[in-house]
Nanobody, 121 residues
C-alpha cells in the first residue's frame, strides 16, 4: 500500500529525490516518516512530516541536506536528498502513522517496501 521509489546509484555530493506513494488510502491524514537501514545497522527514522506540513528531523547528520515535503493532491511525500555522502548508503523506507509522527518503525500503521540508495565515494 506504500511504495518508496527513486533510489539509485549516485556519486558523493550528488542528489536524489525519493517519492512515497500510497495506492489504497489518502496520505493526507497521516504523519509520513522516512526510515533507512544501512548494511549491518538497525533501521532508523530520519525525518517525518505531520499532517499540518510541519516537519521533524530525527537524525543530525541529514540536517541541512535532506528535505521532506508532501503533496496531498498527488498523494505523495518526497524526500529530497542533497550533498549525499557514502554513509547515506542504505535502503530507504517510508511509513505512515495516523495523525502524527514517530521515529519508531513498529509504531507505524503502514510500512512500505524500500528503495536502495547507493552513494559512491
Amino acid at each position: 500500500q506504500l511504495q518508496a521509489s527513486g533510489g539509485g546509484l549516485v556519486q558523493a555530493g550528488g542528489s536524489l529525490t525519493l517519492s512515497c506513494a500510497a495506492s489504497e488510502f489518502a496520505l493526507e491524514g497521516y504523519g509520513i516518516a522516512w526510515f533507512r537501514q544501512a548494511p549491518g545497522k538497525e533501521r532508523e527514522g530520519i525525518m517525518c512530516i505531520h499532517t499540518t506540513g510541519g516537519t521533524v528531523n530525527y537524525v543530525d547528520s541529514v540536517k541541512g541536506r535532506f528535505t521532506i515535503s508532501r503533496d496531498n493532491a498527488k498523494n505523495t511525500v518526497t524526500l529530497q536528498m542533497n550533498s549525499l555522502k557514502p554513509e547515506d548508503t542504505a535502503v530507504y523506507y517510508c511509513a505512515a502513522r495516523r495523525y502524527t509522527c514517530s521515529s519508531y518503525w513498529s509504531a507505524m500503521r503502514y510500512r512500505g517496501k524500500g528503495t536502495l540508495v547507493t552513494v559512491s565515494s
